[in-house]
Nanobody, 128 residues
């Protein structure tokens, strides 16, 4: 059974930074897709960022609301994905979920519907 574990959430002032980590016990990161989604209180879950490895090329995807502020990356040796968040805004607050699929997702990378594994989430709070 694949385990997906997020960490790194917390309380930060607006304009500050946080780095989230997601460790996934996938068989291999080659060909896998991993993504971050978030859900604010009373709102629908929304896509934040995703990363997909073809084995040679790394593809990254970002929601328009986080482009230029968030950076997604991975460490293959550690089977870990990161989300570096800078210039945080109060509207970035929510529970951040890591999702993983042991295959390349393309059109559905932002919908969340075809990821196979999800973490429990980590809370990000941004004070104004």
């Amino acid at each position: 059974q694949v385990q997906v574990v997020e960490s790194g959430g917390g309380l930060v002032q607006a304009g500050g930074s946080l780095r989230l980590s997601c460790a996934a016990s996938l068989r291999t990161l080659s060909g896998a897709t991993m993504g971050w989604f978030r859900q604010a209180a009373g709102k629908e879950r929304e896509f934040v960022a995703a990363i997909r490895w073809s084995g040679v090329i790394t593809y990254t995807y970002y929601a328009d609301s986080v482009k230029g502020r968030f950076t997604i990356s991975r460490d293959n040796a550690k089977n870990t994905m990161y989300l570096q968040m800078k210039s945080l805004k109060p509207e970035d607050a929510g529970v951040y979920y890591c999702a993983a699929a042991q295959r390349p997702l393309r059109a559905t990378v932002v919908t969340g519907t075809e990821y196979d594994y999800w973490g429990q989430g980590t809370q990000v709070t941004v004070s104004s």
